[in-house]
């Protein structure tokens, strides 16, 4: 038989695509051809596999090497599919176990000597292998860590060519090779988190972080340099709680689709922080051929901190408005349309000005007017409309020493508690925290709060100064604020502090 046959997936975003590996032989002219919607890349192989192939004792039949790759529809793109081709190949005329082959997702770049080389996004790949029902898969052994996260698939690290074949029952000579290590990265995140205990002053500004990360509500800090913005942004995914294992196995699948390091599942929040020369494609992700997630993919299931958003540029600050909305990102390139995850907490710190002394007691601000209007206009009104909590801090005095007296500690056991009752009350529900719940759901759903309780609420939105999405996210912050206290509704208290959170940066 002359037809070899196994698989591989090919990734759009985080979904996997499996895709049917055949290789045929036939009466034409020697040569290797790869069909089935393949980018220049796959194009490629052939060389890779013929050289790989011949330095790993594994020569090609002498004749026409066609290779399909199926659904011939789906766009292919990538290296990660060369160990498929070519084991595919070499199973035309070689005695390779052939339902070991059909049991089997291969995944990898191979390299001129043989050896196998890592590729981005094994760990999705290895899971949509598992979901679809193989029981194995050969990655690069650079792999093979990421790869070992899944549960209820067999996986192999393969350093050569020969120990993929040698796993389907091909006897050839064993040569001992140096494995292909992974690309060198950055030093690893440092894995303390700073403490809630080391902010001097800001104590209003401390317990609205706490109501931020009980309900999951994006924040936005306005106030002069040296306020401490930037101190309790970085304190707030110390309060969060650890990722459970599908959100950590979601995280790990986008840093590696990022060709980011993954070893272990981080149960830790990520936390992102672009700095402000970033474009709108830095921050949503792109790229014509493989696709890169970008900053707010990344902060999925954790914190985007966008520090200094006056100096970013307008457009892409609104490149954050539809996936506040939705939890979701939407990626259209010509060829393909992928959707990532970028369910984050937004927290903004913004100078008043561009000297950041406008407004400033004691400061003393040079910025025309013009430059004013300009720099706070960058955040525009429909992005500060999906912000729950507004702030506007002050300098700490000189006499200020203390602390706010609050461990970042005792604070996430605050937000644990409040969390827990959040998850009862909306058991049932697509949503788990407060900051997802849907505001017709609130407005008028089994648990709306009575018509006297949202009378301020009311009167805002028909006096024209509060927005029916600004009312819906006030509502929000009042239920958070009712779980920290541990009261089973709102009342009218709850209602006049969210309402208070939510114009606090406009009204200092």
Request: proline letters at 7%; aromatic letters at 2%; a neutral charge.
């Amino acid at each position: 038989m002359s037809l070899g046959r196994t698989w591989s997936v090919v990734l759009t975003g985080l979904v996997g695509d499996i895709v049917e590996v055949e290789a045929d032989l036939s009466n034409q002219v020697p040569g290797f051809s790869i069909i089935g919607l393949a980018d220049k890349a796959i194009g490629e192989a052939q060389q890779r596999v013929h050289n790989a192939c011949a330095n790993s004792d594994l020569p090609l039949p002498r004749r026409h090497v066609t290779v399909n790759l199926s659904p011939a529809n789906l766009p292919k793109r990538g290296s990660a599919l060369d160990v498929a081709v070519a084991i595919a190949a070499v199973a035309t005329e070689a005695p390779l176990d052939r339902q070991s082959l059909a049991e089997t997702v291969h995944l990898g770049e191979l390299g001129l000597d043989g050896r196998l080389r890592p590729v981005s996004g094994v760990l999705p790949a290895v899971l949509a292998a598992a979901r679809a029902g193989f029981r194995r898969v050969i990655v690069p052994h650079a792999n093979l860590s990421e790869a070992e996260l899944v549960d209820g698939i067999e996986v192999r690290g393969a350093v050569s060519l020969r120990d993929v074949a040698r796993a389907h029952g091909l006897d050839v000579p064993d040569v001992v090779a140096e494995p292909v290590s992974a690309p060198e990265s950055a030093p690893a995140e440092e894995e303390s988190v700073p403490d809630l205990a080391d902010v001097i002053g800001q104590s209003d500004a401390v317990e609205a972080l706490i109501v931020a990360a009980a309900g999951g509500h994006h924040v936005l800090m306005s106030g002069p340099p040296g306020a401490g913005k930037t101190m309790l942004a970085r304190r707030l995914p110390g309060l969060l709680p650890d990722l459970d294992d599908e959100t950590a196995l979601q995280v790990a699948s986008i840093r590696s689709l990022a060709g980011l390091p993954v070893t272990t599942l981080r149960r830790r929040p990520p936390f992102e922080a672009p700095h402000h020369t970033a474009s709108a494609v830095a921050l949503v992700g792109g790229g014509s051929r493989i696709l890169q997630p970008g900053a707010i993919a990344r902060a999925s299931g954790g914190v985007l901190f966008l520090d200094e958003a006056g100096e970013f540029s307008g457009h892409a600050l609104d490149a954050l408005r539809q996936p506040l909305e939705s939890g979701r990102i939407e990626i259209h390139r010509v060829g393909f349309r992928a959707v990532l995850p970028a369910r984050f907490q937004l927290v903004v710190a913004t100078n008043p000005c561009p000297c950041g002394n406008y407004g400033i007691p004691g400061g003393v601000c040079s910025c025309p007017s013009l430059a004013i209007r300009r720099y706070l206009g960058r955040l525009s009104g429909p992005l500060i409309d999906r912000i729950d909590i507004e702030l506007g801090l002050q300098r700490v005095s000189a006499t200020q020493t203390v602390g706010a007296g609050v461990t970042s500690a005792a604070a996430r056991e605050r937000v644990r508690a409040a969390r827990d009752r959040a998850r009862r009350r909306l058991a049932g529900t697509p949503w788990t925290t407060n900051g997802e719940v849907d505001g017709t759901w609130l407005r008028s759903g089994p648990l709306r709060p009575a018509p006297e309780i949202t009378r301020p609420l009311d009167d805002a939105l028909h006096r024209g100064s509060l927005t029916l999405r600004g009312y819906d996210r006030v509502l929000r912050v009042a239920w958070t604020l009712a779980d920290l206290a541990g009261r089973e509704r709102p009342d009218a208290a709850d209602i006049g502090g969210a309402l208070f959170l939510k114009r606090g940066a406009s009204s200092c």
